[in-house]
């Protein structure tokens, strides 16, 4: 199915004049968003196209209908993860190339922290589908992530301690199990929940107004999973996706 785009175009809380691009690939399809002067444009591929085939031509596009060129960004985020090894790379390569390329501050937002933000809750845990039976986890208090992220089944994933939470990802409709483990002490529940370029944005921009930012020689993506190579293959012999 040919891949099509989906335009959103909302208010952001007004910082300063300035123009943020955010790429999110750690899903395919992936997402970019563009904060432009109090307002955020958030474009997504769903069908049909591989992130590395349509991240660069949705920038391009993104950009021309704001009015804007590549020399008026003032900065540039990515998600770091963690998600698809090969969507990551996606992202983190063309964010270093545009930062080095154009001299642009560079920061990474990590993938669940944006997501429990999109959330709308104050305590919240994050699972999203990192297949072969497991999730990449996280816990978050008021934005504050709580202990590590990690890939775990769903059998083995940490529990909070007391409290309700909000929960989110689709790792919570992948495994029935998790659900069922976590259901004591959450409250919420957000399973349709994705990692998009819009959450980045909103995160990095007022970061990156602070002066946050990192070398782009130090830009690299949060796999989590150990001897990455070794399990890329092992996927894709099984028929899956890097």
């Not at 920038?59 to 900065?75: H, Q």
């Not at 790379?89 to 937002?109: I, Y």
């Not at 930012?213 to 996706?241: F, H, M, Q, S, W």
């Amino acid at each position: 199915m040919q891949g099509h785009c989906i335009t959103r175009i909302v208010r952001a809380s007004s910082i300063r004049a300035m123009n943020v691009l955010a790429l999110e690939t750690s899903v395919d399809p992936g997402s970019i968003a563009l904060w432009c002067d109090g307002e955020v444009i958030a474009r997504s591929c769903p069908t049909g196209l591989s992130n590395s085939q349509t991240l660069l031509p949705l920038v391009d596009s993104t950009l021309r209908e704001a009015g804007l060129s590549f020399a008026a960004l003032d900065g540039i985020a990515f998600g770091t993860g963690p998600g698809s090894f090969t969507g990551l790379r996606v992202s983190c390569g063309l964010a270093q190339g545009l930062a080095v390329a154009r001299d642009l501050p560079l920061l990474g937002v990590g993938t669940l922290e944006a997501m429990a933000w999109s959330s709308g809750g104050e305590r919240v845990i994050v699972a999203l589908d990192a297949r072969m039976g497991e999730v990449y986890f996280g816990m978050f208090d008021r934005g504050v992530q709580q202990g590590s992220i990690g890939v775990f089944s769903p059998a083995a994933v940490p529990l909070p301690e007391s409290g309700e939470w909000h929960a989110c990802g689709n790792g919570l409709a992948a495994y029935p199990a998790l659900r069922e483990r976590l259901s004591p002490c959450v409250a919420v529940w957000q399973p349709e929940l994705i990692p998009l370029a819009e959450a980045l944005v909103r995160l990095a921009a007022p970061r990156l107004e602070r002066g946050e930012c990192i070398d782009p020689a130090d830009a690299v993506p949060l796999y989590v999973r150990n001897k990455v190579a070794r399990t890329v293959a092992e996927r894709l012999a099984e028929g899956g996706r890097a």
